[in-house]
């Protein structure tokens, strides 16, 4: 169960970095703000949360209010609409995923939130470098010698830096 919610923890971050690359802040926000919709839908399918009369009308409430902020939005971006949402949903998922995953622990042993990140950690940076690697695809942007080598040294310097906060939360 830890790898889906490492993966889904992983495109939420991803898609959301590289829709900010697309459209507004203001937009990411109203957009992203749909993330208690897709937590209380996932948690109707995961059989945690009942669903009633209430709930469903405080999500046709949200969905309606997110629907009308949209609509007057003067940068609209298909692609970063698209993955804007996408993150939404994978951040609905992660929480349910996260939820599920510890209930299920806590009948094993006990595991404290910060012991699924360590375990989580893993799986996120896997799926997260290569949706980077995918999406940013930075290797073909490089043509000569000289700024493939500033490149090669930038991303060392940022791989020691990643590396020394990784040994830092390690020990």
């Given at each position: 169960m830890e ?5 889904a923890a992983?495109?939420?971050?991803s898609?959301?970095?590289a ?6 802040l203001?937009?990411?926000?109203v957009?992203k703000s ?5 937590v209380?839908?996932?948690?109707f399918?995961f059989g945690f ?8 009308a405080?999500?046709s409430?949200i969905?309606?209010?997110v629907?009308l902020?949209?609509?007057?939005e003067s940068?609209?971006?298909t ?8 993150a939404a949903i994978?951040?609905g ?7 599920f995953l510890m209930k299920?622990?806590d009948?094993?042993?006990q ?6 990140m360590?375990h989580?950690?893993?799986?996120m940076f ?5 949706l ?6 930075p ?10 080598l ?13 590396a ?5 939360g390690?020990?």
């Amino acid at each position: 169960m830890e790898i889906p919610c490492g993966i889904a923890a992983a495109i939420e971050i991803s898609c959301a970095n590289a829709s900010l690359v697309l459209i507004t802040l203001s937009f990411y926000t109203v957009i992203k703000s749909s993330t208690p919709v897709w937590v209380l839908l996932f948690s109707f399918m995961f059989g945690f949360e009942k669903p009633t009369l209430n709930l469903i009308a405080v999500i046709s409430l949200i969905v309606v209010g997110v629907s009308l902020t949209v609509d007057g939005e003067s940068h609209y971006n298909t692609q970063g609409f698209i993955l804007v949402l996408v993150a939404a949903i994978a951040s609905g998922l992660r929480w349910n995923l996260t939820q599920f995953l510890m209930k299920n622990n806590d009948k094993q042993q006990q595991q404290s939130p910060l012991a699924t990140m360590y375990h989580l950690s893993p799986i996120m940076f896997i799926t997260m470098l290569s949706l980077s690697l995918y999406i940013e695809n930075p290797f073909q942007h490089h043509q000569n010698a000289s700024s493939y080598l500033d490149f090669v040294f930038k991303a060392l310097i940022s791989l020691f830096i990643m590396a020394v906060g990784g040994i830092l939360g390690k020990s």
